[in-house]
């Protein structure tokens, strides 16, 4: 999903597959495309989530993000949920950006019974390459 100058942007996703934005062609980026190392959280054997983001900057303004998530299951135990909130906004009065993702796993117990949890991604990015990120596994 490529997203140019928005607020929020949204996409409803299919579960129990490996999920990520369709492919397309990356605009010319005279700057070179800025990419954070990718944001890994998971649930050793249960469940993996990968956060992407890529960007382009051109005379100290971000022209064009593109985040990503990809959500494994390694267990017939659990299945993705979706993607439940995402955004991405301009910080006010600044160049930087934010991007935030919170995806939901659920996963039965050895009862049998759900219990759902949530990864999530905050990345505050800016046109020169810097980036900061944090995230966490929220139950």
Not at 24 to 40: M, Q, S
Not at 64 to 82: D, F, K
Not at 93 to 109: G, H, L, R, T, Y
């Amino acid at each position: 999903m490529r997203v140019k100058n928005v607020l929020a942007c949204s996409m409803i996703l299919c579960s129990g597959f490996t999920i990520t934005a369709p492919a397309e062609a990356t605009p010319e980026c005279a700057t070179g495309v800025k990419v954070i190392k990718p944001v890994v959280l998971e649930d050793p054997g249960r469940w993996t989530y990968t956060f992407d983001l890529s960007w382009c900057a051109d005379g100290g303004t971000i022209r064009w993000a593109e985040p990503s998530v990809t959500a494994r299951v390694h267990s017939p135990a659990c299945r993705w949920a979706g993607r439940i909130e995402e955004s991405l906004t301009k910080t006010p009065d600044s160049e930087a950006w934010s991007a935030f993702d919170m995806s939901e796993f659920s996963c039965q117990d050895g009862a049998g019974k759900e219990h759902g949890v949530n990864p999530w991604v905050v990345v505050n990015f800016h046109p020169t390459g810097a980036y900061d990120t944090s995230s966490d596994i929220a139950a």
